[in-house]
């Protein structure tokens, strides 16, 4: 690389060159240096906010140094690297991750207590970077984790929302939503980049002219410009130098100022246009697994992936290798199809900018990318309005329109005379108004489409993309399980567990080589093992009751079984069974004698989750669990056998206490719609079993973990559609128990039942979730837990034994995987 700086300098650089601090003085030392320099404070001054940022501050110097090295390495080696572009990173809190990736958590904890801090005080004060909705955003996070932990060169890129997701209160048992501003204090763990500043243009129009040799020359005016500015956020491997970088885009006005106004005496005005830039990547946009056709989020997604590709351009051009090459040196994975227009942004700078042959760009396009689909909802797959995006991005239009017409042509000469084949496979839906599918083109655009658990993988290719698999045969779509991080879901979350594993295996090598946990299986059976295993989760549950104590304002049993429910509210995820459920435990209870109660396995049945603002079904189920919480919890005939909990905001943060805590969990969508689930791999990890239906990766987690060791129930996906056809041609019975539940309900034992009108009907109607179906499979399933949990020895060795299977969902996997049969990256080791 070149050097800045001329040879006859660099002697004295390297004299001063910067150095990580080693033991717990120097931290000290360069704790209060933030202290004193950085924040401007001194000992008479320094609360528990100065604290963290000092010793983040402290943190973060680590990590850049360890970064510069990185990219340094990254540079001089010139190796083809991996840019993964997602709209959502759920990062959570990054101190103590980072803490323990680079291994100075003892010192720094021991360094604070020095200076009269408690470690834990302080990572309480850092608020969560929320940039995502739920699993989708956060498995982006969990694989840039292992992306730096398995030293392989790739970078994030992402937006810098200043809102991230909502904060919810529940308020007389309904979510309430205000924002998240995240930025208040300052963010220590981004690196503001003002000198990378790129324009980003939209609207306008487009013209062609042909050029001195004869080339027809296609030219877009934008209309609207604005400015891209970058902010990285370093990402630390654990156990490894590698520190990767995930880049996020903030828009900002350009410099340029509308004259015309400004002389005009509308100064004003002038002013507020240009400020209106910024509103680009002010918000995320708050829905799960939905797709809401705002023109804003249109701009967000182009704003973010012009920036990003041009980036990747510049980085790319440093080398001076001719553009065909460009596939050998850059892999670009879209996460869905959020950023499905970086396709066509390529091809546009390839053709119109570059002069690049069209064939030619199409096969460099194609090579450079790889799709991968998170759902076979409808509702949530992204189809734009023809005239919004025409609109906003003329030129984007016309090359979506070529790109579809020789798409066509190709199917075409494959299958003569098909038509009814090109109309379904064509990449504009002929509706009024006509409409992109994004996926579509996302599956043309790259040469790997892959789904994110075996069954949704299948599916993918017998549904929704089935023409494509007969268009291009069954070697362009794959497998790729997801997976989650160990060093955020179970050292961090649930140190104690980790320490006791590593006991067991000799070191904390599992974190790395999760396949490694196999070792613990023999202690399945040891008592003393058992024990300390038992006591551990003892201290979990008691750590969340005391959270629950703290928020809820009311205590629970830490002996009863805890079942917990936690994740986006959605009538997919049937979070209204989990309730119906917990009625049917009511009433029977209430009917029992008080020789009967004796028999009953005491629980806390657990809740958490956001719903969309806008989807009134979700926020009715919230508000019947607030209701149902709040009878049960008061109710005396109860008592302990029963607590109903909603924990409000839950969060990445709230995710590392509830998870460790619980027995039972649930992931009970209804078959063949939950893709994956990443949360169920999470629960297990940290000794808890599943409750759940043959759905997303419930099936693979089955086959690692052995049948008994999991409680399933409920009809498989292959039967959804047929149940589903008799709910819309006769009128099925409802399931007995469901009948007396929505009794209790309609009698008003849950306050007015008219709140709850359209929350029963959808399932006294339709069913399209399958909820009355699966109903008495769900008791049963439940009952099996009940009488389970009271023989203590079987659940404690099931728990081992299911957590020593686990090797196999560590996100490292997942990404060894893409990086050998998408990607073709290779690691870097980084001194
Ligand atoms: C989620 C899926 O619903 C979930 O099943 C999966 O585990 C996760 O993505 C990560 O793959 N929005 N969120 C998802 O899909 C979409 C679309």
Request: one cysteine or more; glycine letters at 6%.
């Amino acid at each position: 690389i070149e050097a800045s700086i001329p040879s006859e300098s660099r002697q004295v650089w390297q004299k001063f060159g910067v150095k990580e601090f080693g033991g717990k003085d120097e931290f000290q030392q360069e704790f209060i240096r933030h202290v004193e320099t950085t924040l401007a404070r001194s000992i008479y001054n320094c609360d528990d906010l100065a604290a963290y940022q000092a010793a983040s501050q402290a943190i973060r110097d680590r990590l850049i140094i360890a970064w510069n090295k990185t990219q340094q390495k990254h540079t001089t080696k010139d190796q083809k690297r991996v840019y993964y572009l997602s709209l959502e990173f759920l990062m959570g809190r990054a101190m103590d991750n980072a803490m323990l990736n680079a291994g100075i958590k003892d010192i720094t904890k021991a360094g604070v207590a020095d200076l009269g801090f408690k470690i834990e005080d302080l990572l309480e004060q850092e608020p969560d970077a929320a940039l995502g909705n739920g699993g989708l955003g956060r498995l982006a996070a969990c694989f840039i984790d292992s992306i730096a932990s398995t030293n392989y060169p790739g970078w994030g890129y992402g937006l810098r929302y200043q809102y991230g997701i909502f904060k919810q209160r529940i308020v007389d048992g309904y979510q309430v939503e205000s924002p998240d501003y995240w930025l208040t204090f300052s963010n220590p763990w981004e690196i503001p980049r003002y000198e990378i500043q790129i324009d980003v243009m939209f609207y306008g129009y487009t013209r062609k002219y042909t050029n001195d040799d004869g080339k027809v020359v296609h030219v877009w005016e934008g209309g609207e410009q604005v400015q891209a500015v970058a902010y990285d956020v370093p990402v630390p491997g654990y156990g490894t130098e590698t520190t990767n970088n995930l880049r996020l885009w903030a828009s900002k006005p350009t410099r340029e100022f509308d004259f015309e106004k400004f002389n005009a005496g509308d100064y004003e005005s002038s002013v507020r246009e240009s400020q209106k830039a910024e509103t680009i990547s002010a918000v995320l946009y708050p829905n799960d697994n939905f797709y809401s056709g705002k023109e804003l989020r249109l701009k967000q997604q182009y704003f973010w992936v012009a920036a990003s590709l041009n980036d990747i351009i510049r980085r790319f051009k440093k080398t001076h290798r001719p553009w065909k090459e460009f596939p050998d040196q850059v892999a670009i994975q879209l996460n869905d199809t959020h950023p499905t227009l970086a396709v066509v942004e390529l091809q546009r700078i390839l053709v119109d900018m570059e002069g690049v042959e069209w064939d030619d760009a199409w096969k460099i396009v194609t090579n450079t990318f790889g799709y991968t689909n998170h759902t076979v909802l409808p509702e949530a797959l992204e189809k734009w309005p023809v005239p919004l995006f025409q609109n906003l991005l003329p030129r984007h239009m016309e090359i979506i329109y070529d790109i579809n017409l020789f798409f066509l042509q190709q199917v075409e000469k494959l299958f003569p005379k098909e038509r009814e084949l090109l109309a379904r496979v064509s990449i504009i839906e002929e509706s009024s108004p006509q409409q992109v599918r994004m996926a579509y083109l996302a599956i043309i655009g790259s040469h790997k489409v892959n789904g994110v658990a075996e069954l949704h993988s299948e599916l993918i290719k017998t549904t929704i993309f089935k023409d494509f698999v007969t268009i291009y045969g069954p070697d362009k779509f794959m497998n790729v399980t997801n997976g989650i991080t160990p060093r955020r879901w179970l050292h961090q979350a649930n140190p104690k567990l980790s320490d006791l594993i590593a006991s067991k295996v000799g070191s904390y090598d599992f974190l790395k080589d999760l396949n490694l946990l196999k070792k613990i299986e023999p202690f399945a059976h040891d008592p003393k093992f058992q024990d300390e295993w038992v006591a551990i989760k003892k201290f979990n549950k008691a750590r969340l009751a005391a959270h629950i104590k703290q928020y809820n304002g009311f205590d629970i049993n830490i002996d009863a079984l805890f079942d917990v429910q936690v994740k986006r509210i959605h009538e997919y995820k049937r979070q209204q069974m989990n309730i119906f459920g917990v009625i049917h435990r009511y009433l029977s209870i209430k009917a029992m004698t008080e020789k009967e109660k004796k028999e009953v396995t005491p629980r806390v049945c657990i809740f958490g989750g956001k719903s969309a603002p806008g989807y009134y079904m979700a926020k009715t189920i919230i508000k019947l669990i607030n209701a149902v919480s709040e009878v049960v919890n008061a109710d005396a005939d109860v008592g302990d056998l029963l607590k109903v909990v909603f924990i409000a905001d839950y969060n990445v943060s709230k995710a590392e206490i509830i998870i460790p805590a619980s027995d039972i969990s649930q992931h009970i969508s209804t078959a063949g719609t939950e893709a994956s689930g990443t949360s169920n791999m999470k629960f297990v990890l940290n000794g808890g079993l599943i409750l759940g239906t043959v759905d997303g990766a419930n099936i693979e987690i089955t086959r690692e973990v052995g049948e008994n060791n999991i409680f399933l129930f409920g009809h498989l996906a292959e039967s959804v559609e047929d149940l589903r056809h008799k709910h819309r041609f006769s009128k099925v019975p409802l399931d007995p128990n469901l009948e007396k539940v929505f009794e209790a309900i309609e009698s008003g034992t849950f306050g007015d039942p008219n709140i709850y009108n359209s929350l029963v009907s959808s399932v006294t109607g339709s069913d399209y979730y399958l909820v009355s179906d699966d109903f008495q499979s769900y008791l049963d399933a439940q009952k099996l837990v009940d009488q389970d949990f009271k023989n203590k020895d079987t659940w404690v060795s099931r728990s081992i034994t299911a957590v020593a299977n686990m090797g196999f969902f560590s996100s490292d996997r997942a990404i060894d995987e893409y990086a050998e049969s998408i990607w073709n990256v290779e690691p870097i080791a980084v001194e």
